[in-house]
Nanobody
């Protein structure tokens, strides 16, 4: 079983930066794609960024590209989301997710394609 634990959320002002971390345990996730999603009150969970299991390619939603960076450590046990120039619309609970390296898992920007989820960390950006 895989456990994912997010940390690093908090209350910041617009324009500030935060770095979220997702610590994985339970098994080696070196070949898993790791994604970040967020969910604001009253809205659906949406894709933010992903780092693919093979090759470490990264993809972002359009609204965060150039400001957010997803990465993972060499041991591939922790995934990070560096968020710069934060805007109030980034306020949400942020979730880390892991996708098993199996065929036809689904698109990387679809929450239903992920097999494991953390409990989330709250990010609040004030004006």
């Amino acid at each position: 079983q895989v456990q994912l634990v997010e940390s690093g959320g908090g209350l910041v002002q617009a324009g500030d930066s935060l770095r979220l971390s997702c610590a994985a345990s339970g098994r080696t996730l070196s070949t898993y794609s790791m994604g970040w999603f967020r969910q604001a009150p009253g809205k659906e969970r949406e894709f933010v960024a992903v780092i693919r299991g093979i090759g470490d390619s990264t993809y972002y939603r359009d609204s965060v590209r150039g400001r957010f960076t997803i990465s993972r450590d060499n041991a591939k046990t922790t995934v990070y989301l560096q968020m710069n120039s934060l805007k109030p619309e980034a306020t949400a609970a942020y979730y880390c997710a892991a996708q098993r390296p199996i065929p036809n898992s689904g698109p990387y920007d679809y929450a239903g394609a992920y097999h494991y989820w953390g409990q989330g960390t709250q990010v609040t950006v004030s004006t």
